[in-house]
Every structure is written in structure tokens, then in C-alpha cells.
């Protein structure tokens, strides 16, 4: 995975089994795993591909909120200090459809098991939803986002880091500009900050009239190469989209997603009293994606000093199922940045198994000097950065573009 742009050393000084990320010039993922694992053609086309039976851990609340009932899963109680991570589907699909590959990959479940995890799924989405009485005034995009401290509060949790798609990663911006307080970092997919102007509107309800609605959902969550290729992958998904997810309530949510407005945020120094998302940031977004142009937009928009921008090869426009070990790793990277370390089984890194008995929250000094601290479990820890200036004058810059 090559750096582009604003080439750093990334997450210098974390050291995972004394190899050192000082001078980190490529990012190599050598190990491919297979999508959903051990399942085989015919059973993709079944929905219990997708909807894999949960761990008994899990637990399903329905919270109310200023505009609703909100219909979340959890695993884990608080601990500590420690963020939960908090997640947010994408438009046409739900928390399992959306997130059960990337959370059920081995490398990601020695990660989040330190962690509490909360599954969000939006008004109506979740499986099962009874349908909305006709009249139903679906919450807007701003409301989606209003809604989710209720759930910060009814769990008790100090701060979440998000991992948002498409919708979803509108929505949990939001809730960021809104509530930074309770936002350590975002990984946010396929994000789009921009409304739609009137000749996108126009196109999507002219797709409303010449395609079913799980057809219409599908152009928005791949890419065109992938649609005309017809794969089992898109076969699938057309099916758990049209069976799965209440139509009637998929259709108010499609119709407020593409009624948003602009996120409103621009990098800071470019305008007077710039507003940008103030946490950590990981944008992720596949090769040829449908919105590839408005991550790269959005990227534009955030502080270069915060923000990581990981664009990924081969992986379309569902990078979470599609690269579920790139984007692990990624995310394992993005969390030892903010000061969390992973003691994982890293194959690639040792000649054995590597003892995965604590996630461990590091104090970082927001210097150049990138002189390791003694694990606390104190207040919030900073994000670390490393200084990296061609002049040689010590600046900021943890920017990174990578492809891989």
C-alpha cells in the first residue's frame, strides 16, 4: 500500500512486538482471507450468509429518543475509560447485512473484544421491523444523528469511536459536528458530505420509476463494474435487500438520505470560522466506487493534521465485506494512533502466536519526540502524531493518502 500526497511516518513509535512503525513507508498485506469464510456459491444466495447466527453475547435494546425507538444490538459492558466502538449501516441494508463479515473476521474479533461494540440500525431497518403506519414522518438526517446520545447515555458510555457507511457515515458525522464531546474517532466509508443538487434528484427519481428499489439501492452501494458483472456477491445482496429489509421503510429511509443536506464543514484556514470534524478520521473507499468522488471531496474538507485517507484496491463498493482483512488492519493501525495497542496473533509480525491477552490505552505526547509513556487508564488519550516537515522545522503533519 503506497503513500500518497503527504507522505508520514505512520503511528511512529508504536512498537507492536519491537517492530518499530518509525520511517513506514509501505503498508503490506500479504494474507488474503476469504470472503465469508467457508461458506460456498450456494449458500451466499441464502440469507443465513448474511445473517449469521449471533453470539449469545449479544443483547438487542430498543431505546427511545427524541424521535423514536432506536433498535441497537450490544455486546460488552463499559470499561473504564475505554470508547466504545459504536457502528452505522449504510441505506439498504442493516447492521448485520452491512457489518457481520467484517466483525465475524478473526483479526477483527481480537480487536473488538476489548471493546464494548454497539450495532445502530435506523428506524425500520433491522430485521424483522414492523412496517411504518402510513403518514410515518421518517426523522431526517440531522434527527438520525440527534438520536444517537440517547444511546451514549442509556449504556453509560463516555465516548464511541464510529465506523460509518455510506448513510451511515453521514449520520455519524453529524452526530460528530453536533456532539464532538462524545466522538474519539471516526472510520468513515463511502461518505458523501454533499446534499444532492437538483439534477441528482432529479436522476434518482427518474431511477425510482424504471427500477425496483432494491436495483436502485444496489447503484448506490456498488460499482458499476461490479453491477454489470452480475457477481454472486451483488445476486446476494439483491436478494437480502428485497427480503430481508421492510421495503415500505427502506423507502422512506432511501427518500431522507437523498433529501440531506450538505455536511457543511471545510478545512480549517480555508474560510473564516472553518468547522470540520475535530477527532481522528479514517476514510475508506474502494477503487471505482460510486462514491469515490465524494470521499475524495470530503477528504479535501477535514484537517490534513487528523484525517487518514485509505482508498482500497480490488475492494468495490463494499470494502468491509469485499477486504475484510485490509480494512482489520487498517483499523488496528487507526486505533494504536489515538493511543490503543493491540497485542493480536500477527502472523507477519512474529514466528509464532502472540499473546492476545489485553488491549493496553497508551498516554502519547502530542510531540515530535515520540517518547513512549507508561500505560495509564486515565482521562481520553490524545491522538499520536509524529512531525514530519521538509523544511525541517518540526511541523504537524499526520495526513496520509494510501492505496493498497
Same mark, same amino acid.
Given at each position: 500500500m503506497k503513500l500518497l500526497g503527504h507522505r %508520514?511516518?505512520?503511528?511512529?513509535?508504536? $512498537?507492536l512486538h519491537d517492530v518499530t512503525m518509525a520511517g513506514l513507508q509501505e503498508l503490506r498485506f500479504p494474507e488474503e482471507k476469504p470472503l465469508l469464510r467457508g461458506l460456498d456459491a450456494t449458500?451466499?444466495?441464502?440469507?443465513?450468509?448474511?445473517? #449469521?447466527?449471533?453470539?449469545?453475547d449479544w443483547k438487542e435494546h430498543d431505546i427511545e429518543t427524541p424521535y423514536g425507538l432506536l433498535h441497537v444490538v450490544i455486546r460488552g459492558s463499559p470499561k473504564g475509560n475505554r470508547p466504545?466502538?459504536?457502528?452505522?449501516?449504510?441505506v439498504g441494508l442493516n447492521h448485520k447485512l452491512c457489518f457481520n463479515t467484517f466483525f465475524n473476521f478473526e483479526d477483527m474479533q481480537e480487536i473488538t473484544k476489548h471493546f464494548v461494540v454497539c450495532h445502530v440500525d435506523a428506524p425500520g431497518q433491522q430485521v424483522g421491523a414492523s412496517q411504518f403506519p402510513q403518514g410515518y414522518q421518517y426523522p431526517s438526517m440531522e434527527q438520525l444523528a440527534a438520536m444517537l446520545p440517547s444511546v451514549v447515555q442509556h449504556f453509560g458510555f463516555k465516548y464511541v %469511536? &464510529?465506523?460509518?457507511?455510506?448513510?451511515?457515515?453521514?449520520?455519524?458525522?453529524? !452526530?460528530?459536528?453536533? !456532539?464532538? /464531546? $462524545?466522538?474519539?474517532? #471516526?472510520?468513515?466509508? +463511502?461518505?458523501?458530505?454533499?446534499?444532492?443538487?437538483?439534477?441528482?434528484?432529479a436522476a434518482t427519481k427518474l431511477s425510482g420509476l424504471t427500477s425496483t428499489l432494491p436495483d436502485t439501492v444496489l447503484s448506490h452501494l456498488?460499482?458499476?463494474?461490479?453491477?454489470?458483472?452480475?457477481?454472486? #456477491?451483488?445476486?446476494?445482496?439483491?436478494?437480502?435487500?428485497? +427480503?430481508?429489509?421492510?421495503?415500505a421503510n427502506l423507502q $422512506?429511509?432511501?427518500?431522507?438520505? +437523498?433529501? @440531506?443536506? /450538505?455536511?457543511? %464543514?471545510?478545512?480549517? &484556514?480555508?474560510?473564516?470560522?472553518?468547522?470540520?470534524?475535530?477527532c481522528p478520521v479514517m476514510l475508506v473507499v474502494g477503487d471505482n466506487a460510486p462514491a469515490e468522488d465524494g470521499v475524495v471531496e470530503c477528504n479535501s474538507k477535514l484537517d490534513p493534521t487528523t484525517t487518514t485517507f485509505l482508498k482500497m484496491a480490488d475492494s468495490g463498493g463494499l470494502p468491509?465485506?469485499?477486504?475484510?482483512?485490509? $480494512?482489520?488492519?487498517?483499523?488496528?493501525y487507526f486505533l494504536q494512533g489515538m493511543?490503543? %495497542?493491540?497485542?493480536?496473533?500477527?502472523?507477519?509480525?512474529?514466528?509464532?502466536?502472540?499473546?492476545?491477552?489485553?488491549?493496553?490505552?497508551?498516554? @502519547?505526547?502530542?510531540?515530535?519526540s515520540l517518547t513512549s509513556a507508561s500505560s495509564v487508564e486515565g482521562g481520553r488519550p490524545q491522538a499520536c502524531t509524529h512531525s514530519e516537515s521538509s523544511d525541517g522545522l518540526g511541523q504537524v503533519n499526520h495526513t496520509m493518502e494510501v492505496s493498497c
Open positions: %508520514i511516518e505512520l503511528l511512529t513509535g508504536l $512498537l449458500e451466499l444466495e441464502n440469507s443465513d450468509a448474511f445473517l #449469521l447466527a449471533e453470539d449469545t466504545a466502538i459504536l457502528t452505522y449501516h449504510d %469511536i &464510529g465506523i460509518g457507511v455510506g448513510a451511515g457515515a453521514y449520520v455519524l458525522a453529524k !452526530f460528530a459536528l453536533i !456532539f464532538p /464531546d $462524545l466522538v474519539e474517532g #471516526l472510520v468513515l466509508m +463511502n461518505i458523501d458530505p454533499n446534499g444532492k443538487g437538483w439534477i441528482d434528484w456498488f460499482s458499476q463494474e461490479e453491477l454489470m458483472n452480475n457477481s454472486e #456477491l451483488v445476486q446476494s445482496y439483491r436478494q437480502q435487500i428485497g +427480503n430481508v429489509v421492510n421495503q $422512506l429511509f432511501w427518500n431522507m438520505y +437523498n433529501s @440531506r443536506r /450538505d455536511l457543511d %464543514i471545510n478545512r480549517p &484556514g480555508t474560510v473564516p470560522n472553518a468547522r470540520t470534524l475535530r468491509q465485506v469485499t477486504q475484510p482483512g485490509k $480494512l482489520t488492519e487498517a483499523f488496528k493511543g490503543y %495497542i493491540a497485542y493480536l496473533k500477527d502472523r507477519r509480525l512474529s514466528g509464532g502466536a502472540v499473546p492476545s491477552a489485553s488491549m493496553t490505552r497508551l498516554a @502519547r505526547s502530542r510531540t515530535a
